[in-house]
């Protein structure tokens, strides 16, 4: 080590965001170089709502080695194959948006241009049935494909449903192992250094002083380091996703646990519906300028499919990103950072996203100001791109049901989801090259279920015999059926592991 390196690293705050930061720092930084302080305290609780997850997870616990039958086990969690959508395209349509890809691209041409093609030529069902993660979640069914798998098993793509808090527990413990120190206590006040304005110290409740180099704030919405402390400031995108409220709640349920989450649109917002082993995990989210706290919570409660287990938890948020993701020597994580709504289950998402690029930019205690402003550039990119998808499933609505579905169905969008949505109306196209989430297919699965059908498709799609296209199309759909019915139930898997 230089005499400029990093010592004493500081997380302010529990929760996922916290304990996810301690485990990877302690795991892939040196602990014998760098000491790593989690300051958290009990009397505070964590937020908790996001208990679904999209497949970069595993990534994450393979980097970490964590085992991955011990964490479901651990969680209490189930798998995940997507994502079933009800009422967002119009009442009483749906559909699924699934992990992984569609189908099989041919001489080049991108599977989802065959099929604009071949719909033209025939009626044909949802594009989802050309997916091996819809195919098995329409059955009830999972089995973790071998590294070796063979098409059409290894385009199955998962994540996970798993309880938050149990989660956080899980992560608190390998990190206690691994040598961070915990400090139980409630953060009163910061202190700035006069030379640079960076953060110097915390003080605790008790009168404890903690000192670091590098600070992370995982102190949730209030961002006690990263704007009460520094003023960074917050860009709102609420014109774009008016929803500001949720409420959530726990409740039984019987029989088999559905290897995906559902997504439920109601009048004002939507209801998750997240099954894990030993409860179902329920919520809504909605817009406070059109449905009353209270009318939100009985319209959840009235959409239970078992009995509520707890009384309901209500928070208030403000979609949107804190504008520097990394502020002098404090880098925000989680809910600090910003919030773009769980519809999509991207939350614990972008607090992988931003460890890793922690990590990869790692600085010493001069804090080059372009490793700075490099993270704060790609975190910036993560969040609006993140953003953008989300916005896509309000804005791609027919519903005139509601204030609520009219503001969302006829508001503007930023204009880099206005590019992409034009460009897919005229022939089907969309470039996520360099994007680390939500590839082509998942635009795609999101496009087609809320119906927005281009005018026209691919132009090479016509290099391609029409009927052999065809004969493959329905060969290809049939491997994947059967393939899933082949698989055990969800539940049984889970037993089994």
């Not at 404890?208 to 102190?219: K, M, N, Q, W």
């Amino acid at each position: 080590m230089s005499e400029h390196s990093i010592r004493e690293v500081v997380i302010l705050g529990g929760g996922t965001a916290g304990w996810m930061t301690a485990a990877a720092l302690v795991h892939l930084l040196d602990p014998r170089l760098i000491r790593i302080t989690l300051v958290e305290s009990d009397e505070i609780g964590t937020i908790g709502v996001g208990e679904a997850t999209i497949p970069p997870l595993i990534a994450y616990n393979s980097m970490l080695g964590i085992d991955e039958d011990e964490f479901v086990a651990a969680t209490k969690g189930t798998f995940k194959l997507g994502i079933e959508f009800v009422g967002w395209g119009a009442l009483g349509e749906r559909y699924f948006h699934p992990f992984g890809v569609h189908g099989q691209d041919v001489r080049g041409v991108q599977f989802h241009q065959l099929y604009l093609r071949e719909r033209k030529r025939r009626q044909l069902p949802d594009i989802a049935d050309w997916s091996m993660s819809a195919a098995a979640a329409a059955l009830g069914r999972f089995a973790r494909p071998p590294p070796d798998a063979r098409l059409p098993l290894s385009q199955l793509w998962y994540a996970f449903h798993f309880d938050a808090g149990l989660y956080a527990r899980f992560l608190r413990e390998r990190a206690g192992r691994g040598g961070v120190r915990r400090i139980e206590g409630k953060v009163v006040d910061s202190q700035l250094r006069g030379s640079d304005g960076h953060v110097e110290t915390v003080t605790l409740a008790d009168g404890t002083i903690v000192s670091g180099d590098l600070f992370v704030d995982c102190s949730g919405f209030r961002g006690l380091l990263i704007e009460q402390k520094l003023q960074t400031g917050y860009e709102d995108w609420s014109r774009w996703l008016p929803c500001d409220r949720a409420v959530a709640v726990p409740s039984a349920y019987p029989g088999q646990p559905d290897p995906f989450t559902r997504s439920t649109a109601r009048s004002s917002g939507w209801q998750w519906r997240i099954p894990l082993q030993h409860r179902m995990g329920n919520g809504i989210v909605y817009s406070s300028s059109h449905m009353p706290d209270q009318d939100a919570q009985e319209l959840l409660l009235a959409n239970l499919e078992g009995e509520a287990l707890a009384e309901p938890r209500r928070l208030s948020f403000t979609a949107g990103r804190r504008r520097l993701a990394w502020n002098r020597n404090v880098v925000s994580m989680g809910l600090s950072s910003g919030f773009v709504e769980p519809l999509e289950s991207t939350s614990i998402h972008l607090i992988q996203s931003g460890i890793v690029k922690l990590l990869a930019l790692f600085p010493d205690k001069r804090f080059n100001p372009i490793e700075r402003d490099e993270y704060n550039r790609q975190m910036q990119d993560v969040f609006e791109d993140v953003r953008d998808f989300v916005i896509l499933h309000y804005k791609a609505t027919r519903r005139d049901d509601s204030e609520f579905w009219n503001y969302c169905r006829t508001m503007d969008v930023p204009d880099s989801l206005a590019w992409k949505m034009e460009l897919w109306r005229a022939k089907g196209r969309l470039f996520r090259e360099g994007k680390e989430l939500f590839g082509a297919a998942s635009w795609v699965a999101v496009m087609l279920g809320q119906g927005i059908v281009p005018e026209q498709h691919e132009p090479a799609a016509d290099a391609l015999d029409e009927h052999d296209m065809g004969e493959m199309l329905d060969k290809m759909r049939l491997s994947y059926r059967r393939m899933a019915e082949h698989m055990p139930m969800h539940g049984d898997f889970l037993a089994r592991t």
